[in-house]
């Protein structure tokens, strides 16, 4: 991925851009959305992500994680990052509240395919935080409903409360989206649907599988049985794109950190097309 | 291409060193520390390691008295160039607070201007391998970029060669053949010295050359043809990568796993291995910070960490990442491998694991993959 | 009799579609559409039933008992699934509570009758019991991913202070 294309301001990779937060929405149970605002106007002005694009996130004295975007303001120039607490860098961030002041370098990574999803039905599956990355390509599907075929959203969390973006699913299926979501454990009073994800994709309506583009994003071992699903329905492997998460140090493939066989994930990646990973994903530990 | 061939006597060899001083060039050489031949700051050809050379086997590097006073009479040790163009600690970019929250910079000082005296050819190509890897991927790293293009590097071609050397095999020497400013190959009466580039002809024009004789030229060719005889290593790179990425699952990963101890020596001996982790180091109060960018290697336990777990959880795995990076997926990223045949990693594995055996052993009893229709 | 349309649900679903046509005919003689509105029991969690069930729409969730924390939804089961199979591979009790959740539509076999024509027409039976054992081992695999529980955050833990 040639950086300019990215809208990568940055000469040297390095430097961080300052931000600042300005909205903190709880989500789920440990997972919240920090809204950051580019305080350099200039930086604000050219910068440019595409779908599926991560930063990292850089807490000066803490470090950085690596976090994807999750969406923008409706004016644009706010930036919305869905944060797990996870270690040091997450915690820190949790720490801080509206106003608070760190940096951030990016967008790095493939972004999602949004050229090849033109024209076609799209089904994006998530699992767990991992609807997030791939919320950015479903605002965009669904603010441009007349390029894109079908919209499947096939949805699954770890129980009714870990439904992340609970309060959007209304407006999705308002703008035409299928959104079908399911929970591994049920809760009381939940009349949804239990069981893991790749069912959803055996059952759904598959109407033109081999025009059908899948985006996949959540734990490699959900991504490994749902791709499994979708090409046992007949949709081609080169048409199922996986996001995939790796340790990153760098994010400009100059560390090593995050070589996923002959990949380096933060610049090859974390967005891949299916065929190009697969023999992969057989072998373990790589 | 056929460049003009000069002669400079082996008493005035100081005066490179003084041309080079002149020109603003922090001058870089072998010397001896420590029981080895490293790499470092030099003035006079005194530091030069005269009259030594060294033996090296699987696990072993020794230093040894020579019977004649050459200057470059050895061959590759514990270090290597990227110590200077990819230091092993270098700050990436700072942070200091202000009244309105953080100042972020990235270093601009200009770094060292170093001349590189005695680089041999596998470090040359090795050097080739990490400019793909700093310079020409989708992201220039800044710090490797401003020391290397700054860099004259002056080439000693090797008269003699390791045991544990085997660049034949890798194709990247022992006679260096392009990439270097100055090269020189030492006689018993001096050097001939042949210009690379514009910058290695004008440091070439200042030293007290003269026309060499035939049998100056001779003597060169004949001390070149040495090191080439003296290689009994080998490495069979026949479609290496295919072989390397269908075995994944050979029985051998298990094996050298019981043998390898995973303490990242041969990663931190290679010239091309690149990988390294960033530090926050702060000062008391946590005002002042500095990234620094600090060699890291596949073989530490937490290099692959992620939430969840760490990713190559034995040795296994690690051994395996660290030989398939180099020989295999190497070529996919950067279209080159990404060993050169120094032999570095042999002689300082502490219990002397041996890539060109451990390919061998893979090679002897591969899986075939089917025959694709 | 077989109803004229359970032959062509029975080839439109993944389970039987690709059965010969003998064992199609054979299948949809003992087997019957039925029209289900949301909230009916199926069959309860430790009671004997006489059918095995191929959904063609609706929904179905499965619960089992657990002492102290009382229904437990299990699973849902969508069109395509094969439901409630405990009669045809044993003749043991009913191992969940089967209620549909909204108007379901589904094939319904009668299990006795079912075994009776595998063990006529081994052919027949070797096929639908491959059907089934895949059927099985769709089920199985998704219930260890269930249990693999993936999508658990490792404990967060606090960062050390120092
Ligand atoms: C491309 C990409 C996109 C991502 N997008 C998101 C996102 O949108 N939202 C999100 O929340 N996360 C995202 N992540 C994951 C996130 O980057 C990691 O969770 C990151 O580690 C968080 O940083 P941290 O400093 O808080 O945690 P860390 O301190 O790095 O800790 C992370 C985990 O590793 C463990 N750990 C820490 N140090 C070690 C060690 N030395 N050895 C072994 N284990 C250790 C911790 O206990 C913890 O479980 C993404 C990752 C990638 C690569
Ligand atoms: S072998 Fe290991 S340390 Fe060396 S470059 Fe490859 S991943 Fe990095
Ligand atoms: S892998 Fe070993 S022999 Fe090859 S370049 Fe690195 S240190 Fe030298």
Sequence with gaps: MNPASCGTPAANPWLAFPVQITGI??????????????????????????????????????????????????????????????????????????????????????????????????????????????????????????????????????????????????????????????????????????????LLVDRMQLP??????????????????????????????????????????????????????????????????????????????? | MDRQERFLETDRLQTLIDVLTDAGYQVVGPTIEQEAIIYDEITSVDDLPRGWTETQEPGQYRLQQRDDEAYFGYTVGPHSWKQFLFPPVATVATAERTDSGWEMRTPDEPPPQYAFLGVRACEIAA????????????????????????????????????????????????????????????????????????????????????????????????????????????????????????????????????????????????????????????????????????????????????????????????YRQWLTHKLASWHDQFDVSGCVGCGRCISWCPVGIDLTEEVAAIRADAHQPEEQP | MAQPDVMQRLREIPFSARLPEKALTDLAAIAEIRSVPGGARLFREGEPHCCIYLLISGSIVLEMHVPGRGKVQILTIGPGDVLGWSPVVSDTVMTATATTLEDTELIEIQAGALLQLCESDREVGYFLMQQMAAALSRRLVATRLQLLDLFAETTPQQPSPL
């Design chain 2, 127 to 318: 050097i080739e391998v990490q400019d793909r890897t700093f310079l020409h991927g989708p992201y220039v790293d800044p710090i490797y970029r401003d020391r290397r293009d700054r860099a004259l590097i002056i080439a000693v071609n090797c008269t003699q060669a390791a045991s544990t050397c085997f660049c034949t095999s890798m194709n990247t020497g022992p006679r260096c053949r392009s990439g270097f400013d100055l090269a020189l190959t030492e006689t018993a009466d001096g050097f001939v010295v042949e210009a690379g580039s514009d910058a290695g002809g004008r440091i070439l024009e200042q030293l007290p050359t003269r026309e060499p004789e035939a049998t100056d030229l001779t003597a060169a060719e004949t001390a070149r043809q040495q090191a080439v005889d003296q290689i009994t290593r080998r490495m069979d790179t026949t479609d290496i990568r295919n072989l390397l990425l269908d075995n994944l699952q050979h029985p051998r990963w298990d094996e050298v796993a019981t043998r390898c101890l995973s303490c990242t020596n041969c990663t931190m001996v290679c010239p091309t291995c690149f990988c390294s982790s960033v530090k926050e180091v702060s000062d008391l109060k946590g005002d002042e910070i500095t990234r620094e960018r600090q060699w890291d290697s596949c073989f530490n336990f937490d290099f692959s960490y992620m939430n969840g777990g760490v990713v190559r959880n034995d040795i296994r795995s690690r």
């Design chain 1, 208 to 286: 033109d599988p081999e025009n059908t583009v899948f985006l996949i994003c959540g734990p490699d071992v959900m991504m490994k049985y749902t791709v499994s699903s979708a090409l046992n329905r007949g949709v081609p492997a080169e048409r199922i794109w996986i996001n995939m998460e790796r340790n990153m140090n760098c994010a400009v493939g100059l560390c090593g950190h995050c070589q996923y066989g002959p990949e380096f994930i933060c610049k090859d990646g974390p967005v891949l097309r299916y065929d190009r990973v697969q023999p992969m994903l057989r072998v373990e530990d790589l």
């Design chain 1, 25 to 198: 929405t709880d989500e789920t149970p440990g997972v919240s959305t920090y809204e950051l605002q580019l305080t350099d106007a200039e930086v604000a002005r050219n910068y440019r992500f595409q779908p599926g694009q991560f930063n990292m996130l850089y807490l000066p004295g803490v470090g950085e994680a690596a976090i994807s975007l999750s969406g923008q303001s409706e004016s644009g120039d706010r930036l919305r990052h869905t944060v797990r607490l996870a270690g040091n860098v997450t915690h820190s961030l949790a720490g801080l509240g509206v106003g608070g002041r760190f940096g951030l370098r990016g967008p790095f990574g493939t972004p999602w395919p949004m050229e090849e999803c033109r024209g076609r039905d799209v089904v994006a599956v998530a699992g767990g935080l991992g609807l997030a990355p791939l919320r950015p390509a479903i605002d965009a599907i669904l603010n441009a409903p007349d390029e894109y075929g079908q919209l499947t959203i096939l949805y699954g969390a770890r129980t009714p409360e870990h439904l992340l973006f609970e309060q959007v699913y209304p407006d999705w299926r308002q703008n035409g989206a299928v959104v079908n979501v399911t929970v591994d454990r049920s809760l009381p009073g939940w009349q949804g649907h239990v069981g893991v994800v790749p």
